[in-house]
């Protein structure tokens, strides 16, 4: 840095000198202003304004402000130099306090900018984290929505899957029921069939043993009546499975002694003729006698009476109105009664 040096008859050298440094510190050193306004990143023709005015720092002032500031300094005196001088000191200084206290301030800003930003940095991050959460919130709610969705499809199949079971064990409960209900009149009506099986088993036990009584005292009656001994002759009344009758023939020669009856012929035909002649009935047609219908559920209704059994036809070895009995030979020692 190059100062301008002042002869003796001119200026002071001090003050020349401490206006040569006030005007080359001015120079070199932007104000606390400039620095504020300026953009903190610079331009590409920035860096030339710089090297330019680092250049012209450097060199101090230029000559043509120098002049100026000669011409207008020289025709000062010292005393009033020297009173400007502690004027501008004075001035110099309240504006170098004015200075720090606005740097102070700047300083203050600038940290309570810089503590905002960070709050609000910290308060972006919150917020970030914040939304996130939101986003995952929502996320997850939609998640559990379609879950619940599918667990309540899931209930109601699986309701209609317990009405269509419970359809199906009422149905088969119904089934049950007209089963037991089916095997009760089964059972009924097996009971009625062997009731009247053994019902007919006995009548027609009876009425073959009655049939082959009847026959055989009609042909001890009407062998007294003939005046012949019950051995002599006799038939047998043989029914058959298929229903049919046949006859056996026996005549035996025995005489009328060993029957062990005492009296004459006459008189036993006589005895024979004043008793009343057994009346011997064929019963061509049988009918069972109808069972009363029984009933294994009283509440329900009653079933159809059973129908009648087939009736029975026998064939007669005799006419139905014929009472007497023929024989078919009579021995030669006995003649027919009249």
Do not use: C
């Not at 940290?111 to 959460?133: K, S």
């Not at 097996?190 to 009655?210: F, M, T």
């Not at 009346?279 to 059973?306: G, K, N, Y």
């Not at 009736?311 to 030979?329: N, V």
């Amino acid at each position: 840095m190059s100062f301008h040096v002042y002869s003796e008859d001119e200026e002071s050298p001090v003050l020349q000198e401490y206006v040569n440094e006030t005007i080359a510190r001015q120079t070199q050193t932007p104000s606390p202003r400039t620095e504020l306004l300026s953009p903190s990143s610079p331009t590409r023709e920035e860096p030339d304004r710089r090297s330019r005015r680092s250049q012209r720092s450097q060199r101090g002032p230029s000559e043509r402000f120098r002049r100026q500031r000669e011409e207008a300094y020289a025709g000062v005196s010292a005393r009033q130099l020297l009173s400007l001088l502690v004027e501008k000191e004075y001035e110099a200084s309240k504006l170098r306090k004015g200075l720090h206290r606005a740097f102070d301030r700047v300083e203050g800003e600038a940290q309570r900018v810089a503590e905002a930003e960070r709050v609000t940095q910290e308060t972006l991050n919150h917020f970030r984290a914040v939304n996130e959460g939101r986003i995952a919130a929502e996320r997850a709610l939609a998640k559990t929505n379609e879950e619940l969705g599918l667990w309540k499809f899931q209930f109601e199949h699986v309701q209609r899957e317990l009405a269509r079971a419970q359809d199906v064990v009422k149905l088969l409960e119904r089934q049950l029921e007209d089963a037991e209900k089916a095997a009760a009149k089964a059972r009924a009506a097996a009971r009625q069939l062997n009731e009247l099986r053994v019902v007919n088993d006995a009548l027609e036990e009876g009425r073959r043993l009655g049939f082959q009584t009847g026959y055989r005292q009609g042909q001890e009656d009407r062998a007294f009546a003939h005046g012949t001994t019950p051995g002599d002759t006799h038939q047998d009344l043989e029914i058959e499975d298929s229903g049919s009758y046949s006859y056996s023939y026996t005549a035996p020669q025995r005489g009328r002694n060993e029957l062990g009856l005492g009296g004459s012929v006459s008189q036993l035909l006589r005895d024979v003729n004043t008793s009343p002649a057994p009346v011997i009935r064929s019963p061509e047609v049988l009918r069972m006698p109808q069972m009363p219908p029984t009933h294994s559920h009283p509440a329900q209704p009653p079933d159809p009476p059973p129908s009648m059994p087939v009736p029975i036809s026998m064939p007669s070895p005799l006419p139905a109105r014929q009472t007497e009995y023929i024989p078919r030979s009579l021995p030669p020692s006995l003649p027919p009664s009249p």
